[in-house]
């Protein structure tokens, strides 16, 4: 269903888009544009339907653009303490269906583990389930304040894990790719 006609010049300026631009984009005149959003005329459906297509996709592009990491961290961080075991590693990924954990102990980012490497791990060698988890840790995933764009974070999670979100000195939140796909 569309929305009414006369919300169109709204749209348009709340995107500063300019009309010579929806136009061009549109495949029409500026004079139309114009005429359309002045209700000087009656377009027809599929004009409308263009153009309102248009402005919405700009309007989620710039709401997307906007988005921080507050709006798609995971605010409770499941992680590990460095006195953790591997299997300790095993059990809260199990639980809470994880496949990577951060290693934090009060305000130090220590470490990570991932269950690829646990899985590799316990191929080779079964035993290393009662092995200390700063023995096979991982490097930490990388830090970030709240308020960084999630566009930026993005550039992040294709070579992370995950990222740990911060106020301040405090870890506030964790992003990983299953967060960022929830925006998309």
Request: proline letters at 4%.
């Amino acid at each position: 269903m569309l929305p009414n006609i006369t919300e169109i010049k709204e749209l348009r300026k709340n995107l500063n888009i300019s009309q010579k631009k929806l136009a061009e984009i549109c495949g029409c005149t500026q004079p139309v544009i114009s005429r359309i959003e002045s209700g000087d005329i009656d377009p027809p459906y599929s004009k409308v339907r263009k153009i309102f297509e248009f402005l919405e996709s700009e309007k989620n592009k710039k709401r997307k653009s906007e988005q921080k990491a507050s709006d798609i961290m995971t605010k409770k961080i499941v992680f590990l303490k460095e006195d953790s075991k591997v299997k300790d590693a095993v059990e809260l990924m199990s639980k809470y269906d994880l496949s990577q954990l951060p290693i934090l102990e009060g305000d130090k980012n220590l470490g990570s583990i991932t269950a690829r490497k646990i899985q590799k791990l316990i191929t080779d060698n079964p035993e290393i389930l009662n092995v200390d988890i700063m023995l096979v840790r991982e490097l930490p995933f990388p830090e970030v304040q709240i308020d960084w764009d999630v566009k930026d974070i993005s550039n992040l999670l294709i070579n992370y894990h995950a990222v740990l979100v911060k106020k301040y000195d405090e870890y506030f939140g964790i992003i990983t790719n299953a967060d960022f796909f929830k925006v998309v």
